[in-house]
């Protein structure tokens, strides 16, 4: 394990991720225990368990980066909260479902997430198969139902997301990603398989997330494109920096076992590269994300990026 404690990126904004968005995070939550509310959908007490299963692996737990992402992109664009709340939970949803499905044996095989009993381990494997498996289906039914749309936002944007929600629970997004990082265990790599597996594993839920903002706050496709762009650096950024963690943290920081991928013989960024030009990577893949939110060309009047700037330090200072 690493014992040099690196020093926080000095260019990045400083503010604490928990005091600047612990209201967001607390809606976010609200809106999540509303929507996962067994009550609104089956009075009868046959699927309890499933239920209990979905607000186990959702609920209780996480930073909620990606939603936060998709308020925040939503607000910089002029856009109305409301707007992007319900795909800001659909998020969390597949968020959850992604994790549920791989701390599964048959995939990454962890019996910890977040600090407690993998949902597996809490409720049997069938039970977080299947758990997992009615998250996508109800988040898929959470966007085309819960959106109001205000401001710009049509529903020719809604049909958008909604499609683009498509590509990012299939294959192409986190099924394909899963699909080569389990390939490649114990395989040789090369550089584009790193990034792909990055690409598409956890890259595309945070660019759907930032894109779905713009796209829910009425933006035109340059906006929506930069803020694709946006998405594809700080996805990187955030993996390469938790292949770090994975070496540099214990178990009990995590909240998940550490040092497994090594175990596993993953392909990621410091086995390939090492841990410093990782380090490096992600600096870079930071300060690519400043420029990215500096450009004005399109944004509506009162654009602000400050607390989407306080996310790009946030993912980038995890390491400290």
Known sequence: MNTQTPQPMTHLPTQSYESLFSA?????????????????????????GLWEAMRYGTLDGGKRIRSILALEACKACGGDIESILPTACAI??????????????????????????????????????????AL????????????QLRGKATPQHLLSVIGDFSDVTSVQGLVNGQFVDILYE????????LEYIHTFKTGALFRFSLRAGAKLAGADAIVVDRFTQLGEKLGL??????????IDSTT????KTAGKDQLQEKATYPAFFGVEASRQQVEQLSQD??????????????????????????IANRLH
Do not use: W
Request: proline share 5%.
């Open 24 to 48: 967001s995070i607390e809606q976010i939550n609200q809106a999540l225990e509303r929507a996962l509310d067994k009550r609104a959908y089956d009075t009868s007490s046959q699927a309890n």
């Open 92 to 133: 969390e949803m597949v968020h959850a479902q992604s994790l549920i499905h791989d701390d599964l044996p048959c995939m990454d095989n962890d019996d910890m997430r977040r600090g407690k009993p993998s949902v597996h381990k809490a409720f049997g494997e069938s039970t977080a198969v299947l758990a997992g498996d």
């Open 136 to 147: 996508i289906a109800l988040a898929f039914g959470l966007i085309a139902k819960e959106t």
């Open 186 to 193: 114990g395989q040789p790599f090369t550089p584009d398989i």
């Open 237 to 246: 950024a955030f993996q390469i920096v938790d292949d770090l963690l994975d």
């Open 252 to 255: 009990e920081t995590l909240g």
């Open 289 to 314: 994300a400043l420029a990215l939110l500096e450009e004005t060309a399109g944004m509506p009047p009162g654009y602000d990026s400050t607390n989407l700037k306080t996310l790009v330090a946030f």
